[in-house]
């Protein structure tokens, strides 16, 4: 399949049109490069609230405006996938659900289906300046391009949960990000590369970047976009399969093929997916041994 997962920059916009009209570009763009899946990154959504003069907000009050535009949102990006024939993930926003609200994203089939990962673990800001609350459950999308799960940004960096993707059967693992500072990109970057060669699976990060004035949520971002796979037999020995500029707008795309890939597990170098079992037993006890 043909993967395009993008580094973008949110912006203010006139209008509700002016928005739709810029992410149908962005998406015709890599439809027309033969692109099949496309990735936005976390927090892009908030450019669903981006809309007429700019002004800021307290951090609750832009949660509290994300959820009210989160199923237009959704819609449009529906709408984009089946106009375009593609499978998108879009950019996360707050949603409400269950009486909180959450960090969630949209994954939309080109046949209009739609699934919607919350994000699993918080970060500080999102627990105390946002007061958002933690999805419940991981989800294992069944799509035409092979089973696909998702990793929102900090979700990346807790390997439990990859690993549960992956033991259900997941062959690429999506993981949109929002990073301020270098050290969170280099976090994520790094989480990721390292998700791939535990679950020697394929992962897909996709980073907001640039700076949004008036928009405290998401005032200044990092990152560069990578498509990234366990360093092994037949694969790249960086484990690196394409990658962007750092903080460089636009779409990395690449053509992958998640066989070789999955081949690794049963004939690979080294065998992390089938050993991962040989941990558990030796983690019941850890003997303190005094050297004096």
Aim: hydrophobic letters at 45%; aromatic letters at 6%.
């Amino acid at each position: 399949m043909k993967i395009a997962t993008c580094a973008y920059h949110p912006q203010w916009q006139s209008d509700w049109d002016s928005l739709a009209a810029r992410l149908d570009a962005w998406v015709a763009e890599a439809a027309a490069q033969g692109a099949e899946l496309l990735v936005f990154p976390e927090y892009a959504g908030v450019e669903a609230a981006l809309i007429g003069a700019p002004a800021d907000r307290h951090p609750t009050d832009w949660v509290a405006a994300l959820c009210a535009v989160f199923d237009r949102w959704t819609a449009l990006h529906t709408t984009l996938a089946r106009r375009h024939g593609v499978h998108i993930l879009a950019g996360s926003l707050p949603r409400r659900i269950a009486g909180q609200c959450t960090n969630a994203a949209a994954f939309c089939a080109p046949s209009g289906a739609v699934a919607i990962q919350d994000k699993m673990i918080l970060t500080p800001y999102e627990r105390t300046e946002m007061q958002l609350g933690p999805g419940q459950t991981l989800q294992l999308l069944e799509t035409t391009l092979g089973r696909v799960g998702i990793l929102i940004c900090y979700d990346s960096e807790f390997p439990l949960l990859a690993r549960a993707l992956v033991a259900a059967g997941a062959d690429l693992i999506l993981v949109p990000s929002c990073t301020e500072a270098a050290a969170g990109q280099t976090r994520v970057r790094q989480s990721c590369r390292a998700r791939a060669i535990e679950g020697q699976c394929l992962i897909v990060q996709a980073p907001l970047v640039g700076s949004v004035p008036d928009c405290g949520i998401i005032d200044v971002n990092t990152g560069r976009a990578g498509i990234f796979c366990p360093p092994d037999l037949g694969l790249p020995d960086d484990g690196i399969i394409a990658e962007g500029g750092t903080d460089i707008p636009g779409w990395v795309i690449a053509e992958v093929d998640t066989a070789p890939i999955a081949a690794v597990r049963k004939v690979g170098q080294v065998g992390n997916f089938s050993h991962w079992p040989e941990q558990d037993h030796r983690l019941e006890r850890v003997t303190t041994v005094a050297l004096g």
